[in-house]
């Protein structure tokens, strides 16, 4: 590989920051000055320092996000912060994205990886991938209201939504609390789907995606790398999926 595409790749910048960084002579190859971005070199065996800094390339980079409500899920935006911005330095890759998209008032479970065909395993709706909420609604969800939602509905712009998993895990005079489970991933579906019960949602957290459970542990605004068995139960075929990822 091309030390500039091999640079690139680790998140050092854009081509032509990576050749900026050669020409200021920042960049060696196993103690060697490079003079050139079209040098070539073995990413298993060679060793690559920027500044005096060792460069390890990985191809495919994942972390879990607990998102907070005020940011959104974006790569870049000038007026607001992105998921992204929640990044510290050393986990910054100008390839990264979320994977799907929460409300800037929704909170919880975000998966930021540069893995786009996992991406689009996730996101794809012939691959029924399950994403589970919970949400507190304003108003008191029955039994009439719970089998409207798992039977499925039509919304008031006329568009049809799948039943819902739904589980009612607290009540009181003026709100529910609800665990819903969707396999679809529409735009303000879950908010859209209390509205035609004339209700609304107060709050809405994803806590699971897939195979992937958002981690107990991560404050609103931290995140962490995946495990290893994190991402292989992601890319595992699931019932009722086509073929599996790898």
Not at 76 to 85: C, F, N, P, S
Not at 191 to 217: A, E, F, N, P, Y
Not at 219 to 228: F, M, N, P, Q, S
Request: hydrophobic letters at 35%; aromatic letters at 6%; a positive charge.
């Amino acid at each position: 590989m091309r030390i500039d595409k091999y640079l690139a790749k680790a998140g050092l910048g854009t081509r032509s920051q990576v050749r900026k960084l050669i020409k200021e002579g920042k960049v060696t190859l196993n103690q060697q000055y490079v003079k050139s971005g079209k040098v070539t070199l073995d990413e298993k065996n060679d060793r690559v320092e920027v500044a005096g800094k060792t460069i390890v390339y990985q191809p495919f980079f994942y972390y879990m996000l607990n998102k907070p409500q005020g940011v959104i899920c974006a790569t870049v935006d000038a007026e607001q912060k992105t998921v992204l911005d929640l990044l510290d330095e050393a986990a910054q890759n100008s390839s990264l994205f979320p994977v799907g998209r929460l409300d800037k008032d929704t909170t919880g479970l975000v998966l930021i990886t540069n893995d786009g065909k996992l991406a689009h395993r996730l996101l794809s709706p012939a691959h029924h991938i399950s994403k589970v909420y919970q949400v507190k609604v304003a108003g008191l969800i029955d039994e009439g209201s719970k089998r409207k939602l798992k039977e499925g509905m039509i919304l008031r712009n006329g568009e049809r939504v799948k039943g819902a998993e739904v589980q009612i895990l607290q009540t009181d005079q003026k709100n529910s609390w609800l665990r819903l489970t969707i396999t679809e991933g529409k735009y303000h579906q879950i908010k859209r789907m209390i509205g035609s019960l004339s209700m609304r949602v107060l709050t809405l957290k994803r806590i699971k995606m897939g195979s992937l459970v958002l981690d107990s542990g991560l404050d609103l605004g931290e995140y962490r790398e995946l495990t290893a068995a994190e991402i292989a139960n992601l890319k595992e075929k699931r019932r009722g999926e086509t073929k599996k990822y790898s």
